[in-house]
């Protein structure tokens, strides 16, 4: 079968609760790629993947990201990198809910949280 363009219209991605994959494992095994909603008071534990990239864009609100003991303020319009083998997690302290572009590299990412194809 050829390649073949995906298009995803507005709201129209692939949910597994509070994210909406825009570019699945389905679609190409090189990334992943969603919108992520955090809640005010959500607190994501510190975590580490191991085999891929990380990457976060906020598009609204202010996350609150940890990397060990040190801590990393991301108001909109900040992008963050987190490499393998980098614990991480994040917070949200505000009234109001984050949204954030969130790639991972390689593919796999939406599998593993419950996605199917």
């Known amino acids: 079968m050829d390649p073949q363009p995906v298009v995803v219209p507005p709201g129209a991605g ?5 994210v909406e994959f825009l570019a699945r494992t389905a679609d190409t095994p090189r990334f992943t790629f969603g919108i ?10 510190a975590h580490t993947h191991h085999e ?29 990198l987190v490499p393998p ?4 997690g994040f917070r949200n302290e505000r ?3 984050v949204r ?13 949280i419950g996605l199917k194809d």
């Open 100 to 112: 954030m572009l969130n790639i991972h590299a390689p593919a796999g990412f939406d599998r593993r």
């Open 14 to 18: 692939h949910r597994v609760g509070n």
């Open 36 to 45: 992520i909603e955090i809640a005010p008071g959500r607190v994501l534990e």
């Open 52 to 80: 891929e990239d990380d990457a976060f864009y906020i598009l609204a609100g202010e996350m609150i990201f940890t990397f060990g003991g040190e801590e990393a303020a991301a108001p909109t319009g900040t992008f963050v």
């Open 85 to 88: 083998g980098v614990e991480h």
């Open 95 to 97: 009234d109001e809910p």
